[in-house]
């Protein structure tokens, strides 16, 4: 099994709608990052949460320490936030960072 | 602000041969960091090195060296290519870590190689 599991693997929505892609890990961290890539590849770091919640503009980013889980909302899915969403953990004490499989995301106009 | 630049962006080799995977950040990052991408699976860690002068091995360091060549620098060599080396291969970057301060990293925008 994974350390971090990320589901669901792929979600299709229409634009407008509220998506939650989740978050689950099996260690005790240190902190959680959520990433997005680009369909041409490119990645770049969204969020960095240890405990609570983060909004950036319409991503809001939400940890639950005590049940080991984020999750990732955007509100008013937009195509242009098509992409794949990756979660990372870094475990208490590791200098690395371990990433779950990633949630394709698919927003249609 | 170009942040971390790889080298080249494609590449097609063939089994046996060599090659090396250039890296290069202009943020005056301490650490720097290898990955693969391969498709269903997540990123996986081959190399890095938390600071100019070290070096440690990842989840998947067999057939892979690196050269943390100075602060900026950070290269990745493949001395006898196999087929499973196919990947799409990230170079990032980030301030030290240090205890619970976690930093973000920083990524380049890959290498797609082909090895056949």
């Known amino acids: 099994k994974n350390e971090v599991e990320q589901s669901p693997q792929n979600l299709t929505a229409q634009e407008g709608e509220f998506i939650t892609i989740n978050c689950s890990y099996s260690?005790?961290?240190?902190?959680l990052h959520w990433l997005q890539q680009h369909p041409g590849g490119g990645i770049v770091s969204l969020f960095m949460l240890s405990s609570g919640k983060k909004k950036h503009g319409r991503l809001i980013a939400t940890i639950n320490i005590q049940e080991k889980h984020s999750s990732l909302h955007i509100t008013a899915s937009h195509p242009r936030d098509s992409a794949v969403y990756i979660c990372?953990?870094?475990?208490?004490?590791?200098?690395?960072?371990?990433f779950g499989q990633g949630t394709r995301l698919t927003i249609n106009p | 602000n170009a942040g971390v630049t790889q080298t080249p962006k494609f590449q097609v080799l063939k089994t046996g041969q060599s090659m090396t995977l250039q890296c290069a950040q202009d943020m005056n990052h301490n650490s720097m960091y290898w990955y693969r991408q391969d498709p269903g699976m997540g990123l996986r860690l081959i190399y890095y090195s938390a600071s100019e002068g070290t070096t440690d091995k990842g989840e998947v360091p067999n057939g892979y060296n690196v050269s943390r060549l100075n602060k900026r620098e950070f290269s990745l060599r493949l001395e006898s290519a196999a087929p499973s080396q196919t990947s799409v291969y990230f170079c990032?970057?980030?301030?030290?870590?240090?205890?619970?301060?976690?930093?973000?990293?920083?990524f380049g925008d890959g290498t797609r190689l082909s090895i056949l």
């Open positions: 260690v005790g961290i240190s902190a």
């Open positions: 990372a953990v870094r475990r208490q004490g590791a200098q690395k960072l371990v």
């Open positions: 990032a970057s980030s301030e030290a870590f240090q205890g619970n301060r976690d930093q973000p990293q920083h």
